[in-house]
């Protein structure tokens, strides 16, 4: 008996769950095909959807016995929902005088927010979050340059709740709106496939050349990494088909895992959705989206191709071969079963790059798109039933999806509205500076740093929201052009989950890998070290980021292509045979020089490459000459 009501409250609770992740991608598809709502209704009500989905999907702790608690949030979530749908047309009016009404809702909104945020993301998110409430309480008590002074508890709920400068800013817009569409289409691919087909494309196509396996996991996890924009996600589902296959060929498991990592990381900077980092950047800079795309177009590029030949001279040193044709899918069967993914990717890229209407827009027009090729030219097609279960399915992933990106981009709106309240962001930069002595160098170094530091514990799009509010003002007092800065910031931001020693991204490849974590983070970086040079490069040699005349930019791309070719050579230490260190060393300093922009830069690049080529060469030619000899001898 008390195991039939077991069975039954578990299928009502999933019920339950299902249909409110259901509603919350249907209002966000309903808000984007026929007009959001006024922005602070349109962030509270999506706000409203994470919390309920939140404390439903994810238990207080591990045990079950704070029931009570999920309870009493669950109703303070609906009750704010509430709340605001009924005072928000007077609400931005009573900003810097709330009453105790106001009060009480907005303490519970932050409550909540930490909350849900600490469930989805961890406790680095929320312990800034915290740390940023204190300083804004008890200014007077930092020292030095930090101190300002204290704000009451009356005017940082203002600044927080009743303004656009708080959780109700740019960062939970842009989830409420654009990144939420976008989650929802790649739900939509994930659930009709688009995975294993992306992957299945992808052996077709470089599964029979020299280590095809592993530029099967470069060009899938690109491919699914520029929509899901979470390294560790991508990691862990792509990775579960390339990282055996690449063991299988003959790849040390550190590497195989340092290979999906690495390329499951550059999703995030691949136009053109570049998760939710390009969306967020175009609200915060006042960039239109498309500018920010084409600027990030050249160094992801660079990145992939950089990747894929380390990973050919790997396997070229190893002697390795690609897999039998035999077990290879047919490309054009392949392109005829993927046609019906192709056509919408190929609508969203016309609409954003050619038409270049909005995003929102964008997104909603493919996902129709999607689900129209899909009823009509799918695997599934006419098919009523199993239609509706996977647009259901859809809907309810997505919105699942979609959970811990806006419970982060809330939280940010906590620190940015501290941020601005408090003046911390102009501090930070004049500490950035003032530590720089000036030197520009310098401060991108520690900028770098920062990044790096935030990125390790925060998924990226928070952590490049967070040091954007404090860095960028600090590069751009110093004569760098905003999208640089900020690009700047976004890179290092992204790659952190494979910088050592808390590579999260690596650390996944390596359970999959069963490899050595930290060997498998070290061997990711060493892998993705160009783009750890690219932001510098692009910051002193802005035609890297298409800024300038185009015979420039032509020339600066095959340059630094050439370049990139030579980092290849340097880091896994092979060109035509194996090198030695005089000659990696050659090839670094010759890839360092190309992918700077700049004629002398060039030329001693090119003359660099010339010298390691030649030191190729006379060494071959020394080697058949003593097997010449020999033979002689005998």
């Known amino acids: 008996m008390s195991t039939d009501g077991g069975l039954t409250s578990r299928h009502i609770g999933k019920t339950v769950v299902t249909t409110i992740a259901v509603a919350l991608s249907l209002f966000q598809l309903y808000t984007a095909g026929f007009g959001v709502l006024t922005p602070v209704l349109q962030r509270a009500t999506h706000i409203t959807f ?46 810097g005088d709330p009453t105790n009404l106001d009060m009480i809702m907005g303490i519970a909104t932050i409550v909540l927010i930490l909350e849900v945020t600490r469930r ?22 930092f020292p030095g340059i930090l101190s300002h002074k204290a704000y009451s508890l009356e005017r940082i709920i203002s600044q927080l709740y009743l303004s656009m400068e708080g959780i109700w800013g740019v960062t939970l817009g842009v989830a409420a709106t654009m990144v939420a569409l976008f989650v929802l289409f790649g739900a939509f691919l994930e659930a009709t496939g688009g995975g294993k087909i992306f992957i299945e494309l992808a052996f077709s196509i470089a599964g029979k050349s020299t280590g095809g396996p592993a530029k099967v996991a470069v060009v899938s996890s690109g491919l699914m990494g520029t929509i899901s924009g979470s390294p560790v996600a991508n990691v862990a589902t792509v990775g579960t088909f390339t990282i055996p296959l690449m063991k299988r060929l003959g790849y040390d498991p550190h590497v195989a895992g340092g290979i999906e990592a690495v390329a499951s990381s550059g999703g995030a900077i691949m136009p053109p959705v570049m998760g939710a980092g390009a969306f967020v950047m175009s609200e915060m800079t006042g960039i239109p989206y498309s500018r920010i795309c084409i600027a990030a177009a050249i160094p992801a590029v660079l990145y992939y191709l950089s990747l894929f030949l380390a990973v050919h001279f790997e396997a070229k040193r190893k002697g390795m071969k690609g897999l039998p ?32 209407v909005s995003p929102m827009k964008a997104a909603f027009w493919s996902i129709l798109v999607l689900l129209l090729t899909s009823i009509t030219i799918g695997p599934e097609r006419f098919n009523f039933r199993a239609n509706l279960a996977f647009i259901l399915s859809a809907l309810e992933k997505g919105a699942r999806d979609v959970l811990t990106v806006s419970a982060a981009c809330a939280a940010a709106g906590i620190i940015i509205g501290v941020i601005a309240q408090t003046g911390i962001g102009l501090t930070f930069s004049s500490i950035v500076v ?35 509010a404090m860095g960028a003002p600090a590069l751009v007092q110093m004569n760098v052009p905003v999208l640089i800065a900020h690009l700047f910031i976004f890179y290092f931001s992204v790659f952190a989950p494979i910088t050592p020693p808390v590579a999260l991204a690596a650390y996944t490849a390596a359970g999959i890998a069963e490899s050595d974590p930290m060997r498998t983070g070290v061997t990711a970086f060493r892998l993705g070290l160009v783009a750890f040079l690219i932001p510098y490069m692009f910051t002193y040699g802005p035609s890297l980021v298409a800024v300038g005349a185009a015979g420039e930019i032509i020339l600066t791309v095959i340059m ?8 290849a050579a340097a880091v896994i230490g092979w060109m035509m045979e194996s090198l030695s260190w005089f000659e990696r060393l050659i090839f670094f300093g010759a890839a360092l020089s190309l992918i700077d922009p700049g004629l002398l830069t060039d030329l001693l690049g090119l003359a660099l490459l010339g010298i390691a080529m030649l030191s190729i060469l006379l060494r071959r030619r020394r080697m058949l000459q003593i097997a010449e000899r020999k033979e002689v001898a005998k």
């Open 50 to 95: 994470v919390f309920v989905l939140v404390l439903l999907l994810f238990n207080t702790t591990k045990k079950a016995r704070f029931w009570w608690l999920d309870a009493m949030l669950l109703i303070g979530a609906v009750a704010t929902g509430i709340y605001m749908w009924l005072t928000y047309q007077t609400l931005v009016f009573r900003a």
């Open 120 to 141: 989805t993301t961890g406790w680095p998110l929320v312990i800034i979050a915290v740390l940023a409430l204190v300083y804004a309480r008890f200014g007077p008590y």
């Open 325 to 356: 044709a035999a077990e290879l899918p047919n490309l054009r069967a392949t392109l005829q079963k993927s046609l019906f993914l192709l056509i919408p990717i190929f609508v969203l890229l016309y609409l954003l790059v050619i038409v270049q």
């Open 434 to 468: 003032e530590a720089a002595g000036g030197r520009l160098i310098l401060a991108l170094a520690l900028t770098m740093v920062a990044s790096i530091i935030l990125g390790m514990g925060l998924p990226p799009t928070a952590a490049y929201i967070v040091l954007a």
């Open 560 to 567: 630094a292509c050439i370049g990139v070719f030579c980092l």
